[in-house]
Nanobody, 123 residues
Framework: QVRLVQSGGGMVQAGGSMRLSCVVS????????IGWFHQAPGKEREGVSC???????HYLNSVKGRFTVSADKAKKTVYLQMNNLKPEDTGTYYC?????????????????WGQGTQVTVSS
């Protein structure tokens, strides 16, 4: 069983920055890809940033250059640094873990999930 516990989130003005954290179970980062998913109100969950066990990353086009996903294996934590936030980035963010490649991780919501955290970007 993989556990993921999220922290971060809140409210920020457009153009601001925010960092989300996802603490995972022991050894998870050695075996699972981790994805960050965004679910806007009334919409389906969408993969925005993913990282695999080797550190290879994948990003949704709309967040390239603004979001950065990174992993600290010693801290068992994956981060999502979000810069230049836009109102359309508003929604609930989830981290997830699955034994798959980084592209598939972002393409298909799957695996074990964190509890979600709300991000609100005001204009």
């Amino acid at each position: 069983q993989v556990r993921l516990v999220q922290s971060g989130g809140g409210m920020v003005q457009a153009g601001g920055s925010m960092r989300l954290s996802c603490v995972v179970s022991e050894n998870t980062l050695d075996h699972y890809s981790i994805g960050w998913f965004h679910q806007a109100p009334g919409k389906e969950r969408e993969g925005v940033s993913c990282i695999d066990t080797s550190g290879k990353t994948h990003y949704l086009n709309s967040v390239k250059g603004r979001f950065t996903v990174s992993a600290d294996k010693a801290k068992k934590t994956v981060y999502l640094q979000m810069n230049n936030l836009k109102p359309e980035d508003t929604g609930t963010y989830y981290c997830a873990a699955e034994r798959t490649n980084v592209q598939a991780m972002c393409r298909i919501p799957q695996g074990f999930w964190g509890q979600g955290t709300q991000v609100t970007v005001s204009s």
